[in-house]
Structures are given as structure tokens and as C-alpha cells.
T-cell receptor
């Protein structure tokens, strides 16, 4: 079975500050990892994905994430937060030939002006 | 491309009524997923199809729920009879390929309220 744990259901950062959203995974097979963003009353939009090609993955809107096998982590970062980054962020995992995405519980990001 | 299209966007129904949610995946995509999102349980995969064939329906809560994909461009999720605990946002998503490294593209969801 695969799972992801997102630490912190709510994160607040000041505009211009570093954004760090945490995700740890559990998988018995090499995982594929994803970060999605959900704006209010919208569906989920892919930010970035890790598929074993490179451990540091760059995504849209200035976000990036680093796969660390030794720490079983895939944390999402952005150097400088913008007001438009306020949303809910979901980490997800798949693998083992199974394309089912298993999502974490989400982290709501608030940006303080 | 218009993306994944779901209808209706909002549905309010009375307990005991039949509800049908509809989804048109992105053209050319051959995997389709139905998810349910609630505050209590987060995002749950209900069922997914590859090439119109149901592959895994282990997430379907009970017999009141059924899903079909009669062709590559259309899928339905039906709840009969509906109950208040079915109130949630239901998302349809599609993927261009099979395989665990393939991302899913989500529709905007159907917000279902059962009163």
C-alpha cells in the first residue's frame, strides 16, 4: 500500500517569504510523486511531478520539490510567496504499475500581506 | 482543449432520489477516474477505468453507487438512492496514458448536496 502524509493542515507565510509545504511518503515500490494545487471552487491542477528522472523537480508558478529517498520526503518549496499562491495543496503518490493516485489530506496555504 | 467537463456543477436533491453525475474526459485520454472530496475524508478514489473498462472499483462506498463508461468520451456516476452523507464534491479526472507516472487532469467538480 502507498500513502502520503502532509505535515500541517494550515500554513501561513508572509508575502515574499519562503514557502515550505511538507510531504512524506510510504511506498513498497519506487514511487511516483505529485503536487497538485486547488483554488477555491476549482478542480486540482498539477504543479509538478517526480518520475525518477531527476530528484529536483521544477513546476509551474515558481514551485519546486526535491525527492529525498533517505528521508522519504517530497517537500514543496517556493522562494518568495505571492498573494496568488493562497490555495490548498495536495501531495499524491502512485507506483507499482498502479496508476491510482493516493492523495494526502492537503495543506491550506495562507499568504499574509 | 476544453479540459475535463463535468455536469452539473451543482446539484441539490432530496434524500432517496437518484442522482447522475456526468463527465466528458479530455479527447484522446484513455484513463478516467472518479474522486469524492469531503472535509472529513479528503480526496477518495471511487473508481477508475482504462479504455472504458472498470479496473478498480474498490473505493465505491456501497451498492447505491454505480459508474459506467459506455464510450471513450463519456462517463456517469450514479447514486440511487441518495443519502445526506453522500453530500460532497465529486471530481472526474482523465489521464493520457496508463501507467503510474502519468498525471491526472481534473474537472471542476460537481458539488452534490442531499437534503
Amino acid at each position: 500500500a502507498q500513502s502520503v502524509t502532509q505535515l500541517g493542515s494550515h500554513v501561513s507565510v508572509s508575502e515574499g517569504a519562503l514557502v515550505l509545504l511538507r510531504c512524506n511518503y510510504s511506498s513498497s515500490v519506487p514511487p511516483y510523486l505529485f503536487w497538485y494545487v486547488q483554488y477555491p471552487n476549482q478542480g486540482l491542477q498539477l504543479l509538478l511531478k517526480y518520475t525518477s528522472a531527476a530528484t529536483l523537480v521544477k513546476g509551474i508558478n515558481g514551485f519546486e520539490a526535491e525527492f529525498k529517498k533517505s528521508e522519504t520526503s517530497f517537500h514543496l518549496t517556493k522562494p518568495s510567496a505571492h498573494m496568488s499562491d493562497a490555495a490548498e495543496y495536495f501531495c499524491a503518490v502512485s507506483g507499482g504499475g498502479n496508476e491510482k493516485l493516493t492523495f494526502g489530506t492537503g495543506t491550506r496555504l495562507t499568504i499574509i500581506p | 482543449d476544453a479540459g475535463v467537463i463535468q455536469s452539473p456543477r451543482h446539484e441539490v436533491t432530496e434524500m432517496g432520489q437518484e442522482v447522475t453525475l456526468r463527465c466528458k474526459p479530455i479527447s484522446g485520454h484513455n484513463s478516467l477516474f472518479w474522486y469524492r472530496q469531503t472535509m472529513m475524508r479528503g480526496l477518495e478514489l471511487l473508481i477508475y477505468f482504462n479504455n472504458n473498462v472498470p479496473i478498480d472499483d474498490s473505493g465505491m462506498p456501497e451498492d447505491r453507487f454505480s459508474a459506467k463508461m459506455p464510450n471513450a468520451s463519456f462517463s456517469t456516476l450514479k447514486i440511487q438512492p441518495s443519502e445526506p452523507r453522500d453530500s460532497a464534491v465529486y471530481f472526474c479526472a482523465s489521464s493520457p496514458r496508463t501507467g503510474a507516472n502519468t498525471e491526472a487532469f481534473f474537472g471542476q467538480g460537481t458539488r452534490l448536496t442531499v437534503v
